[in-house]
């Protein structure tokens, strides 16, 4: 069936045929971005070395959201690279995004999985043992733990001590995502934990030449 005007193409083969890698997970922000487009930052980041993106933009409605993914999932799909959706499941469905995050106060898991079907991907925010375990038990696939440290985007964001993290990895049998004032230089102290990726928001979308900032990244987590 053909979209209906003002409503944007979806590509359900290049979505089913992507595996999620979490090794340096994108999360956007285009209050913090230098490059003129959030499509350039996106492109860039990718060309660097990013393999999951995150699309998480607040202060918009549903219809700009919808065209935003559409245009966002564009350049994941060419570069091969997961996209999942901030919040908004339906959203996520009507792009074929891989899925969608939620947050401590966002919709149930239960309800998302209605909304998205079985084979689409759901993370849940967790920053404690007990929020890891139940957020496994009701159907998440994977985790973002955090805040690691205090970040500009979410200061009120409760701190995840690296020792809980060490712990929420032994407690849990699926992929966990550290998230929260993840950077060059603080990626040394993850070495050895079992950590299946990294999380990042400034240290790659405030950066003036967003592939160099990614390129770097990545080789630091390769060689962790």
Do not use: W
Not at 103 to 123: C, E, H, N, S, W
């Amino acid at each position: 069936m053909p979209a209906k005007d003002n409503e944007p193409a979806i590509s359900s083969k290049a979505a089913r045929q992507i595996v999620p890698d979490y090794t340096l997970y994108l999360v956007t922000d285009r209050q913090m971005m230098k490059t003129p487009t959030l499509e350039d930052a996106v492109e860039q980041a990718c060309e660097g070395g990013v393999t999951f993106v995150q699309l998480r933009e607040k202060n918009v409605g549903a219809d700009e959201l919808c065209e935003i993914a559409a245009s966002i999932k564009e350049i994941t799909d060419a570069h091969n690279v997961g996209l999942i959706i901030d919040n908004d499941a339906e959203v996520a469905a009507k792009v074929d995004a891989l899925g969608v995050h939620l947050g401590p106060t966002d919709m149930p898991t239960y309800d998302a999985r209605k909304i998205l079907g079985p084979d689409k991907i759901i993370g849940r925010s967790a920053g404690s043992v007990f929020e890891a375990m139940r957020a496994q038990q009701d159907g998440a696939d994977y985790l973002g733990v955090g805040a690691m440290v205090a970040t500009p985007t979410k200061p009120e964001a409760d701190i995840t001590t690296i020792e809980e993290l060490g712990r929420i990895i032994e407690a849990v049998d699926i992929p966990v995502v550290a998230i929260g004032g993840i950077d060059e230089d603080m990626l040394p102290r993850f070495t050895g934990m079992g950590v299946d990726g990294f999380a990042v928001v400034s240290a790659i979308m405030a950066k003036e030449n967003v592939k160099a900032a990614a390129s770097n990244l990545r080789s630091i987590i390769d060689s962790l």
